[in-house]
């Protein structure tokens, strides 16, 4: 018990790391409002992301820095509830990592604190996948279920993310689900 404690804080701690990266790495691209303007703003920098391709919702990336490659799809919730958490947008990743043997992995950033001690959910049609949170941060509670995560997300048309923030309150994001394929895809081929 106090083995799998310590692995879940570990893969928490790394989960978190990632997310802070890909967050970073992309809120610049999402601001800009055509693939010039993301080009030119991933070439700003090295380690900055790069705009690969977008499609319906979803728009892929792909970042190096040094020899260490991240590639990954993204999507900003579509709607989110209650309302006085609309100024600030919940993102959906699906990330690769080949240095470290990552493929596919799913996370969310909600960008407001949750409440840690609870379980969260994610909701693709009548599927329910159990999620885990720290701080801004949510991953599926079991990792081994990514897989079969990312083939409802493929074969769905929405998801829902609920959620419970910090102070206890019911949180709902909605995610469009359309063009997450063809752009997950293109993710996995830029990190192969």
Not at 143 to 159: I, Q, S
Request: proline share 3%; glycine share 8%; net charge positive.
């Amino acid at each position: 018990m106090i083995l799998s404690h310590f692995q879940t804080c570990v893969a928490a701690s790394r989960h978190l790391k990632l997310a802070s990266a890909l967050v970073v790495l992309a809120l610049p691209l999402l601001a800009a409002t055509t693939s010039a303007q993301a080009q030119r703003a991933a070439t700003a920098g090295q380690g900055q992301a790069l705009l690969l391709e977008s499609a319906g919702k979803w728009q892929a990336f792909s970042s190096q820095q040094g020899r260490s490659k991240i590639c990954y799809a993204l999507s900003k919730a579509e709607s989110r509830s209650p309302a006085n958490l609309r100024d600030v947008d919940g993102l959906l990743f699906v990330s690769s990592r080949p240095a470290e043997g990552v493929r596919n992995e799913i996370s969310m950033v909600m960008n407001f604190d949750l409440k840690e001690d609870v379980e969260h959910q994610a909701i693709i049609g009548s599927e329910t996948f159990a999620l885990v949170a720290k701080g801004q941060n949510m991953w599926l509670k079991n990792p081994a279920e990514e897989g079969r995560m990312l083939d409802a997300l493929r074969k769905g048309a929405g998801l829902e993310i609920k959620g419970t923030s910090k102070r206890g309150n019911p949180t709902s994001d909605k995610y469009s689900l359309v063009g997450l394929t063809q752009i997950v895809k293109r993710a996995e081929d830029a990190c192969k």
